[in-house]
């Protein structure tokens, strides 16, 4: 049974406010749609009914069990589980403001306890060597030193892979801090290490294409924008030949940078504004921080720590 129109433009109406007034990004909303459009099909076929609104607004905790159920009969592991309630939970904030209803059942169900994964970064040797091998292994030399840019900013700016690609020919050559747009919106500046510099140069004197200020900075071979998992491949083969486990990742590389700032004695606080982090706790899970190092950090920064008495 097809959802009825009321309930399509319901949530194409709270994706247009998501991205609209919150700065998700295009995957993200790809991603809200397919969580509420699923469960938007069954609380249809469950309830027989397409009309209108009617059946969202009646929704009791037994019919959320019931999708839930339903999602991992289907093999939907807990934690994608976890993240399609948080989608329907935050539509169904918006529609109920919307429609003034009472959302309870729905904003009360609990979400799957699922094992967190930690990041893992990688040895700074291995960080380094990394870099080296993806530059060898290319087949043309531009595209060596493309490569070996793209990494060098995951690993000396702890930028995500959709920031660094998201760099244009206006970035360069880069200067001494550049000012990054990351997920929601959220600006940070973020300082650019000289070797960082460097590769980018290098890549900008070999590349063969022309250089218009809109232009992304990072070219596949055919000169459209580098993809992201051309980078992915590239890291994957190195690992290979490295002996490095499949946790060596684009991402892993922004990881990295964090936890070896940390190791050298940066502080956590710094730490969260050059990842860009909203809360404290996500950068605490990404360095792989133990509870010695914060209350280290608690006990120097904190009005109440042992150092300010």
Do not use: C, N, W
């Given at each position: 049974m097809l959802i009825s129109p009321a309930c399509r433009d319901a949530l194409e109406g709270w994706l247009i406010h998501r991205k609209s007034l919150d700065g998700v990004a295009v995957n993200t909303i790809e991603a809200y749609r397919g969580d509420v459009l699923g469960f938007l099909n069954f609380i249809t076929a469950h309830f027989g009914d397409s009309t209108g609104l009617k059946p969202l607004q009646r929704v009791k905790p037994t019919d959320m069990r019931a999708w839930m159920a339903h999602e991992r009969k289907?093999?939907?592991?807990?934690?994608?589980?976890?993240?399609?309630?948080?989608?329907?939970?935050s539509f169904y904030r918006w529609l109920a403001?919307?429609?003034?209803?009472?959302?309870?059942?729905?904003?009360?169900?609990?979400?799957?306890?699922?094992?967190?994964?930690?990041?893992?970064?990688?040895a700074v040797?291995?960080?380094?060597?990394?870099?080296?091998?993806?530059?060898?292994?290319?087949?043309?030399?531009w595209i060596a030193t493309r490569d070996a840019a793209v990494l060098t900013l995951l690993y000396g700016c702890g930028l995500r892979i959709s920031e660094a690609l998201g760099l244009t020919?206006?970035?360069?050559?880069?200067?001494?801090?550049?000012?990054?747009?990351?997920?929601?919106?959220?600006?940070?500046?973020?300082?650019?290490?000289?070797?960082?510099?460097?590769?980018?140069?290098?890549?900008?004197?070999?590349q063969p294409y022309p250089m218009l200020p809109g232009d992304p900075l990072f070219r596949g071979a055919r000169g459209g924008a580098l993809s992201p998992r051309l980078i992915a491949k590239a890291m994957e083969s190195a690992r290979m030949q490295?002996?490095?486990?499949?946790?060596?990742?684009?991402?892993?590389?922004?990881?990295?940078?964090?936890?070896?700032?940390?190791?050298?004695?940066?502080?956590?606080?710094?730490?969260q504004e050059l990842l860009g982090h909203a809360s404290l706790s996500t950068t605490q899970a990404?360095?792989?921080?133990?509870?010695?190092?914060?209350?280290?950090?608690y006990d120097n920064a904190h009005p109440k720590g042992l150092k300010h008495g």
């Open positions: 289907r093999g939907v592991a807990a934690r994608s589980l976890a993240r399609e309630l948080s989608s329907v939970k403001e919307r429609e003034g209803f009472e959302p309870t059942a729905v904003l009360a169900t609990r979400s799957p306890k699922f094992q967190k994964k930690l990041p893992r970064p990688l040797d291995a960080a380094r060597a990394m870099i080296d091998t993806v530059e060898l292994q290319a087949s043309k030399d020919f206006a970035d360069a050559p880069l200067p001494d801090v550049l000012r990054i747009v990351g997920k929601g919106g959220k600006e940070r500046i973020v300082p650019v290490i000289a070797p960082a510099r460097v590769a980018v140069d290098r890549y900008l004197q070999a490295l002996g490095l486990p499949a946790t060596a990742t684009p991402h892993a590389m922004r990881h990295s940078f964090a936890t070896h700032l940390l190791e050298a004695g940066g502080d956590l606080r710094a730490i990404y360095t792989a921080v133990d509870t010695a190092r914060l209350m280290e950090v």
